[in-house]
């Protein structure tokens, strides 16, 4: 056997082949040993990540809260550390399907009724308990997400009250201070917007701008009319970088938080 950085390289019926280390947060990106030893060696926290399938626009990709939550959540868990990252739940409530309301006015969007985003999201968590997770925190990407979230994690403290384990609706994360702090850096809070605005759009641009259209980006004409609520087109990769930075920072003070409090 030789050992390089990240790599292993066995001899396999005579033949040299290697095999990449897992360096991950990433739990699917594991496998189930894996996931067992980081367990018993002491990462006992998980991450469930929910976004939305949704319009976002002409400028802006449907799963837009799916990769923006996953980045953020990666992001969390390196800074938390012993913390891994479940797959982001990407069917939530969107809107009702006949009549169609809310997102679902627009082709592409995905909808689930709030009981069964609900459900699947105890039963994320019931899996993680069983399987020796203390600490499951729900980081809803999409205010839609917000109040099944806050259901869930409110049941199942009642019920798991006398165990070690604790299921933390976070509240810090979205939408976060990023907003006003664009309004404090002189842009109009029209002009900032509350869907597929400067918010996201501005996250992209840090982040990955091939997520973007940027020739179709255009001031929003309301829910109504193109999808968009404020004016993508003031949006700079600066301004992405620290909403970013403020959100997943605010998330990892909440976990670090909630660890010692909820359990008082």
């Known amino acids: ?9 066995i001899l396999l019926a005579g033949v040299w082949v290697s095999a990449q280390t897992q360096d991950t947060v990433f739990l699917e990106e594991l496998t189930w040993t894996e996931v067992r030893d980081a367990v018993a060696a002491g990462t006992t926290t998980v991450i469930i990540p929910t976004g939305g399938t949704e319009q976002n626009g002409p400028h802006m990709v449907l799963g837009k809260h799916n990769y923006l939550v996953r980045y953020k959540a990666g992001e969390v868990a390196v800074r938390l550390g012993n913390t891994l990252v479940a797959p982001v739940v990407a069917y939530v409530p969107e809107g009702d399907l006949d009549p169609p309301t809310s997102h679902m006015r627009f082709p592409g969007t995905i909808t689930t009724p709030p009981e069964v985003f609900a459900q699947v999201l105890e039963y994320a968590a019931r899996s993680f308990q069983l399987h020796g997770f203390v600490d499951i925190a729900l980081l809803g990407d999409s205010g839609g997400n917000q109040a099944s979230q806050a259901a869930v994690a409110e049941r199942l403290n009642r019920e798991w009250a006398d165990t070690p384990v604790r299921v933390h609706h976070l509240t810090d994360y979205y939408p976060g201070d990023g907003d006003a702090w664009l ?3 002189g842009e109009r809070v029209e002009d900032v917007g509350s869907h597929a605005g400067m918010h996201d759009t501005a996250s992209f641009l840090f982040l990955d701008p091939s997520k973007l ?3 179709r980006m255009e001031r929003g004409t309301g829910p109504t009319g193109n999808g968009v609520v404020g004016d993508p087109s003031r949006s700079t990769a600066e301004y992405g970088e620290q909403i970013l930075e403020m959100q997943i920072a605010a998330a990892v003070r909440q976990i670090e938080r909630l660890r010692e409090s909820s359990r008082r």
């Open 1 to 9: 056997m030789r050992i390089g950085e990240g790599l292993i390289v």
């Open 183 to 185: 309004v404090a850096q």
């Open 213 to 215: 259209r940027l020739e």
